[in-house]
């Protein structure tokens, strides 16, 4: 999450993923220090949501593409089949856009996990096969 600091238009993160010691991703990363590729630059969809998950099954690369109609704090987190929460691809704060990340579940087994994507007035949740 992002607060803005007055003055100079400067963030400050906390590390909701506790993968960022301590300060967060930087804006365009997600919570593994991997840059969050922004697709169609200058356009700003209409509506929040998860476009397209392929290849789905995957083993073990999936990419996750997804629109943000205005700025928001966003959660884009991975929950295996009994709920656990198994990884966080994205916590913090992301311009109006369309973005692409990628899950690497190398160290994951194989079976049924759920991509949920989050802001404060938004919340989707896709399912994804993962084949070894």
Not at 40 to 68: A, D, Q, S
Not at 115 to 124: E, G, V
């Amino acid at each position: 999450l992002y607060s803005v600091v007055d003055f100079e238009g400067a963030c400050e993160s906390i590390d909701e993923c506790g993968e960022c010691g301590g300060l967060g991703p930087d804006e365009g990363f997600n919570c593994d220090g991997t840059e969050l590729a922004i697709i169609n630059p200058g356009l700003i969809p209409e509506t929040y949501k998860i476009h397209n998950i392929y290849p789905n099954p995957f083993n073990p690369v999936t990419n996750i593409e997804f629109g943000l109609p205005e700025n928001a704090n966003v959660k884009i987190i991975v929950y295996d089949i009994k709920g656990r929460q198994v990884a966080t691809l994205v916590s913090s704060f992301q311009f109006a856009g369309y973005y692409s990340i990628s899950w690497n579940a190398n160290s994951k087994s194989s079976g049924v996990y759920f991509i949920r994507m989050m802001t404060d007035t938004f919340n989707q949740t896709k399912k994804v096969i993962l084949m070894k």
